[in-house]
């Protein structure tokens, strides 16, 4: 049975000399104790690349137990839990759990606000390590080279001034001199492979990007480089842990710093049905007015055209439009609607004014006649009462609009 060191009866530190000091031992054991995950619910373990990452860190508020991690199969998406309280307090229900996503965000929120004054250091800090790494290694070998030199200028003075009859010695200076010069040559072809591969002087927009990113940590945080696991790091670096408390309706955090501190950050529970896959309100008005003059296929298109993407980033369909209305409770388009209302699209007011459709454009853009368009791209909506305004008649009478050229193709959509 293995004893904690605290129980030791003899320890004789130094008594041998180690491979490495016992400061670094216990760093080291105390890495691998931190890191062990099975060993227990005081210690965080070891940093993984899972997109959850508080796990670790989090503690339960009632019962004071670590928060284990749960995955659904979903990519990036978690549920932070804790039900061994029914294992031994007999209890049915789990103790806590939730979602990762809002917690995950609402921390590091927190800890990006916390440590923004130390990017700014590090850009300035990264922009100076740089430069002086570049410089550095070419400043030695230029020392080098020069000694080099000197060497080799002196064995050459020492091999003119010897007797031309003494060979033995003419030899062996000649050969330090060879040395010396094929020293000098190397050291010259390293100095112009290490010139190359010189880094180039950062640009004035350069280093203003390196120095953006600095005062940007959220952006940076965000970076498709930064893994889940560098992202843990940061957090453990910072956090000692985090108590969770459930309360109706929200969750309670205490944030415990390394320093000691304590912050206080309350994240709003998501309802039942609710989730993060909402599409945005700007586009549900826009589906609901196009679905009033349009198919499901069509209200597709102009979507598409628009670069309007759903809630999970695809592109429409008639059948997401139709599960969209289905969901939000609006009506499908009926074929005669627009009649019943008094309304009109494009070409039927042409035809109904017998000009071309670019002529009815023209008096929309001229304001002359009214036209409601929900979005670019889509049917313009004319009051059949509008035909017979006075302008209007007046217009299309006095010619003021553009005549049909058949060389010029019309859409159907303006």
């Known amino acids: 049975m293995r004893r904690p060191q605290k129980d030791w009866e003899i320890l004789i530190r130094d008594h041998h000399e180690g491979y490495i000091s016992w400061q670094d031992y216990e760093n080291n054991q105390l890495t691998i104790n931190g890191n062990a995950n099975m060993k227990g619910e005081m210690v965080p373990g070891s940093v993984r690349n899972g997109g959850d990452f508080l796990v670790g860190l989090l503690r339960c508020g009632h019962c004071g137990r670590k928060l284990r991690v749960q995955h659904n199969g979903l990519r990036g998406v978690a549920r932070y839990v804790y039900n061994d309280a029914a294992v031994n307090h007999g209890r049915r229900a789990k103790c806590i759990a939730f979602g990762n996503m809002r917690i995950d965000a609402a921390v590091s929120s927190e800890v990006l606000l916390l440590i923004a004054p130390l990017g700014l250091d590090a850009a300035l800090q990264a922009i100076v390590e740089r430069e002086r790494a570049g410089t550095g290694r070419l400043r030695q070998i230029e020392l080098a080279l020069e000694q080099a030199r000197y060497e080799a200028a002196r064995a ?21 001199w060879n040395e010396r010069l094929a020293e000098v040559a190397r050291l010259e072809d390293e100095l112009r492979v290490a010139s190359d591969k010189q880094p180039p002087i950062l640009s004035d927009s350069e280093r203003a990007e390196i120095l953006a990113l600095g005062t940007d940590l959220e952006r940076l945080w965000s970076h498709p480089a930064a893994s889940a696991a560098i992202r843990k790091r940061v957090l453990r670096a910072v956090l000692e842990e985090i108590v969770v408390t459930a309360e109706r309706g929200h969750l309670e955090l205490n944030l415990h710093w390394k320093g000691g501190d304590h912050t206080a950050l309350q994240v709003v529970k998501k309802r039942i049905g609710q989730h993060r896959w909402k599409t945005d309100t700007a586009t549900e008005h826009l589906i609901c007015d196009l679905a009033r003059v349009l198919s499901d296929g069509n209200i597709a298109s102009v979507l598409n055209r628009l670069a309007v993407r759903t809630a999970k980033g695809n592109s429409w369909t008639q059948q997401r439009v139709r599960t969209f209305r289905n969901d939000h409770g609006v009506a499908v388009y009926r074929e005669g609607e627009r009649a019943e209302r008094g309304e009109m699209i494009l070409h039927e007011a042409a035809s109904r004014l017998q000009v071309s459709k670019m002529t009815v454009v023209r008096l929309i853009k001229d304001g002359i006649l009214p036209a409601k368009q929900a ?18 008649q007046r217009a299309i009478k006095n010619g003021r609009a553009v005549p049909s050229d058949p060389r010029q193709g019309c859409l159907e959509y303006q």
Do not use: K, S, T
């Open 156 to 176: 050459h003075r020492q091999y003119d001034a010897v007797d031309p009859e003494n060979r033995l010695v003419a030899r062996d200076l000649e050969r330090r």
């Open 375 to 392: 979005c670019i791209g889509a049917p313009y909506v004319i009051r059949e009462a509008d035909l017979d305004l006075l302008a209007v």
